[in-house]
Nanobody
Framework: QVQLTESGGGLVQAGGSLRLSCAAS????????MAWFRQARGKRRDFISG????????YYADSVKGRFAISRDNARIQVYLQMKDLTPEATAVYYC????????????????WGQGTQVTVSS
């Protein structure tokens, strides 16, 4: 079992920055490929970014390329999402997810999820 806990969400003005963290715990927590998704109210859960645990290879949705950066700390089993130049359209609950398979943009492919952290961007 893997437990994921997100933190770092909050209220920020448009153009601002936030850094989200996801801590993984559990007996077999290391070695999982990790991803960030977000879900705005009334909308589907969308892939934002993912990172391979083994080689750090990373992936981004087109909508966030150049503004968001994913990174990991294997020793702490944590994944981070640095977000800058935020717009009100980024307002959503942000979720961390994990799977042993390759990074996928399909949320149904992930077996482990955190509880989510709210990000609100004011205009």
């Amino acid at each position: 079992q893997v437990q994921l806990t997100e933190s770092g969400g909050g209220l920020v003005q448009a153009g601002g920055s936030l850094r989200l963290s996801c801590a993984a715990s559990g007996r077999t927590a290391s070695g999982y490929n990790m991803a960030w998704f977000r879900q705005a109210r009334g909308k589907r859960r969308d892939f934002i970014s993912g990172i391979n645990w083994s080689d750090g290879g990373n992936y981004y949705a087109d909508s966030v390329k150049g503004r968001f950066a994913i990174s990991r700390d294997n020793a702490r089993i944590q994944v981070y999402l640095q977000m800058k130049d935020l717009t009100p359209e980024a307002t959503a609950v942000y979720y961390c997810a994990a799977r042993l398979g390759p990074i996928s943009t399909n949320p149904n492919h992930y077996g482990y999820w955190g509880q989510g952290t709210q990000v609100t961007v004011s205009s």
